[in-house]
């Protein structure tokens, strides 16, 4: 992860701002990447590269909130901070209930432009940590033998190893060993940090448990 | 008319029948008393001429006597006329022979009334009234009643007198000359004139006394033509008859008078209808209508049984106006009455109708010059008032437009000076770093100064976009430019709407005369309706197409057409008028302005529908120059 600096996308129409914007970013330590439209910045859509994209809200051709759907999709970890002109305040709360990062009215100041970048940096670190996790619990889980998943399943589910054996139509103690299995592979110490994998994957609707009790 | 002189002289006994120049006679009318029975036939009526037929005097006399028997009895007349010639032929073998000829020839066709006119003419028919005339009237005419008691006529006859008076012809001269103070009597040396003389000073004697009076006589023709050229201007002179100087020498009267009034310093007169046209101012004469009228009447009377006896031919004044003239005489000063010969109508009397006419003609033209002139000063007042009215809409409009554009020029603006922010914050970040990169400073100052730039033509374009009027700036340019500079502030508010504005240009200049700062809000005006237009329209593209063409009818045309929904072809005339809107946030005003607008520059404006879909907005104007 740290071996790769985090790169600020700017996405503006206007080369002069775009520049200026640039200049200021990389001068205070940033790598950027220039573009002049959402076409060319999807064409060249980084790949896993940590960074966040500074957008301009009123770009011709493939709009900001266009552009802002499309990376949806494409690369869902880079944080967007959208750029604005004065009053535009219905297209603002679109791109904000689509899940803007930020918002940003020109002309912005370095103070406010480093924070939000630094704030839409950090939360892209974030997600990409969290991200990072999942996957490596994914893979464990991966390891697990059909039989143990079983197991699994029901022990987030609070069963007691007799209903556990019961359900399965085998043995108390071979469910015990299962147990064990399950809980070595994803390294989990306790019953607790189990069932916490779980959720974190998404296996759990402990709301539907709860009900099912 | 060359007169009769030998006659005259000849006759001179009352010669003033020669002094009338040659004027008729007295004929005698045999006619006993008894009345005419005329059965079966129209009367016979021979006039007897003393001249030939050249001589005016008896000629015109006789013409008017013809006249009035024709008139007074309808044609129903049978009229001979005989001329005598006795002036050239006064021996008595002539008259014999005359005598006997006229008796042969009317042997068969007696006249029923002889006419004598002149005092010649009298003496013929008395001595062959029975050979000639036997039973028949005699009127004689043209004489004064004392020669007929001379010629000792017949009982029988009857004349039509004429009688001259020199008084009245001086009394005359008195009214038209009140300021006179000489008087000058001309008269020759024959015995006629004598006589004349004689017969004037008896009656002038009165008259004279009021002036220093002088009577010419008994001088040569030169000497009275240098005594003329000498007299005091205010002289009356009254000519009686000259038909002979001092030397012997003949004249016919009006001749030697004409001599004399051609270097005369005053105004001659003359008791002779004969003397006008000779040089003399006028006098009581008889005319020959009278002299005419007075014997055909006898005649008449004559003809129709009734008694009769003598009778004057009445006298009338008659003045030449030409002479009046040459005077310096008023013609008020005539007598009531009086006849102006030779008188020019004036230029009023001759033209009065259509001087008239063209007087009203003008004064009309006039009046409806004046009233066009009050007219085009109150159009020209009203004309200078709607187009203040109409620059102070504009200028409303203007600023209407400004504020509708306003979110664009903001974002136009924000773009030159957010750059300008970053680059100097860059800049100033760069700087305290431990080495800075000067090159890049530089630049960064470069581009600072571009945006300065950028952000100053927004503000001029905006400065442009509200400018004032007070009255119309006429220039001459190039529509192209216009439109291009309206795209430039259009290009904002496009973006910010979603609409794709594309811009065809002619490729060719359009020079056209106008106000610049109008015809771009014409322009805008067309372009903001037309992204209206399209704000609530669902299409795949939002597309505002400016274009500049030359028609064929050689005029710069501007169209503006959109994608959006285009206009209800029943309303296509009408979205010029003021208020027409579809807008809930429009003035309606917008379009009517521009149509103002074009129609101010002589140009024209109209929409119609694509077969596209979406609406077109013309504008044409008429090219400044063909270049």
């Known amino acids: ?213 | 008319m060359g007169l009769v002189r030998n006659w005259t002289m000849r006759s001179c006994r009352l010669g003033w029948l020669a002094a009338f120049c040659c004027m008729f006679l007295g004929v005698v009318a045999a006619a006993p008393s008894m009345s005419m029975e005329i059965v079966g036939r129209v009367p016979r009526v021979l006039i007897l001429y003393p001249y030939d037929e050249r001589i005016a005097a008896t000629t015109e006399a006789g013409e008017a006597v013809r006249t009035r028997l024709l008139d007074a009895t309808k044609g129903k007349i049978d009229l001979f006329s005989e001329f005598l010639d006795l002036s050239r032929f006064p021996e008595a073998e002539h008259v014999g022979r005359m005598g006997r000829y006229l008796s042969a020839k009317y042997a068969d066709r007696r006249p029923d009334v002889v006419l004598a006119l002149g005092e010649e003419s009298a003496r013929f028919i008395s001595a062959n009234r029975k050979n000639l005339a036997d039973g028949a009237r005699i009127i004689v005419a043209g004489f004064s009643s004392s020669t007929a008691e001379e010629m000792d006529l017949p009982g029988d006859v009857i004349g039509a007198f004429s009688e001259f008076h020199i008084l009245k012809t001086a009394e005359m001269a008195r009214e038209l000359q009140p300021e006179a103070r000489h008087l000058f009597i001309i008269g020759g040396s024959s015995e006629f004139d004598r006589s004349w003389l004689a017969t004037a000073r008896a009656d002038l004697a009165a008259f004279s006394k009021s002036y220093e009076t002088t009577y010419l006589e008994d001088l040569t023709i030169d000497e009275f033509t240098r005594r003329a050229a000498e007299l005091p201007r205010d002289s009356i002179v009254l000519a009686l008859t000259i038909f002979k100087d001092r030397d012997g020498r003949n004249f016919i009267p009006r001749e030697a008078v004409k001599q004399i009034s051609e270097t005369a310093s005053a105004p001659i007169y003359g008791p002779y209808l004969t003397y006008i046209d000779y040089g003399v101012v006028g006098g009581s004469v008889v005319t020959f209508e009278s002299l005419g009228k007075t014997v055909a009447d006898l005649a008449l009377d004559a003809l129709a049984g009734k008694p009769t006896s003598n009778r004057e031919s009445p006298q009338s004044y008659v003045a030449d106006a030409r002479e009046l003239q040459r005077w310096g005489l008023s013609e008020k000063n005539l007598p009531p009455g009086a006849i102006q010969m030779f008188k020019e109508p004036t230029f009023w009397e001759q033209y009065w109708l259509a001087t008239v006419a063209a007087l009203a003609i003008i004064t009309a033209q006039g009046t409806v010059i004046v009233g066009l002139l009050v007219e085009r000063r109150r159009r020209r007042a009203a004309e200078t008032e709607s187009r203040h009215r109409l620059l102070e809409v504009v200028h409303l409009n203007q600023s209407a437009t400004a504020g509708a554009l306003s979110a664009s020029i903001a974002h136009e603006l924000n773009q030159p000076l957010g750059a300008i922010r970053s680059n100097a914050e860059a800049a100033a970040v760069i700087l305290r770093s431990e080495r800075p990169d000067l090159e890049l400073i530089e630049q960064i100052l470069v581009d600072i100064q571009n945006d300065d730039q950028r952000a100053h033509d927004v503000i001029s374009r905006m400065r442009g976009l509200l400018k004032k009027r007070g009255e119309i700036d006429w220039q001459e340019f190039d529509l192209n430019d216009v439109t291009t500079s309206a795209i430039r502030i259009l290009r904002g508010e496009a973006e910010r709407r979603g609409v794709v504005l594309s811009a065809n240009r002619a490729p060719r200049e359009l020079p056209v005369r106008a106000d610049r700062v109008h015809v771009q809000q014409v322009i805008l005006n067309l372009a903001t309706n037309a992204m209206d237009a399209m704000l609530d329209v669902v299409t795949t593209e939002r597309r505002l197409t400016l274009e500049t063409t030359l028609t064929k009818e050689s005029k710069a045309e501007l169209s503006i057409s959109d994608t959006g929904r285009g206009i209800p072809d029943e309303q296509l005339a009408s979205v010029f008028e003021p208020f027409y809107t579809t807008k809930p946030t429009g003035t309606g005003l917008g379009l009517s302005i521009a149509r103002a607008i074009v129609e101010t520059y002589g140009g024209k404006i109209w929409a119609a529908n694509r077969p596209e879909g979406g609406a077109v907005f013309r504008v044409v104007l008429p090219l400044a120059r063909n270049g």
């Open chain 1, 1 to 213: 992860m740290k071996q790769l600096e985090p790169v600020v996308h700017i996405v503006d129409d206007d080369p002069s701002f775009r520049t200026a914007v640039g200049r200021l970013l990389s001068a205070s330590g940033f790598r950027v990447a220039l573009y002049e439209s959402g076409d060319q910045f999807l064409a060249q859509l980084p790949n896993g590269e940590p960074g966040c994209v500074l957008l301009d809200l009123g770009l011709p051709g493939l709009s900001g909130l266009e552009l802002q759907e499309r990376l949806a999709e494409k690369a869902p970890l880079v944080p967007i901070v959208f750029l604005t002109g004065q009053g535009d305040i219905k297209a603002s709360v679109r791109a904000m209930k689509a899940g803007a990062e930020d918002f940003l009215e020109k002309p912005a100041s370095r103070e406010a432009l480093l924070e939000a970048v630094e704030r839409a940096l950090r939360r892209g670190e974030t997600q990409r940590l969290e991200q990072d996790r999942k996957h490596a619990l994914r893979a464990r889980l991966g390891n697990l033998t059909p039989r143990e998943r079983e197991v699994f399943g029901l022990i987030v589910r609070g069963k007691l190893n007799k209903q556990i054996a019961h359900a399965l139509g085998t043995s108390e103690r071979t469910v015990k060993a299962h147990r064990h299995n399950v809980m070595e592979k994803l390294g989990a110490r306790s019953l607790a940090e189990t069932v916490s994998i779980a959720e974190r994957l998404g296996l759990v609707d402990p709301s539907a448990d709860q009900l099912q009790r």
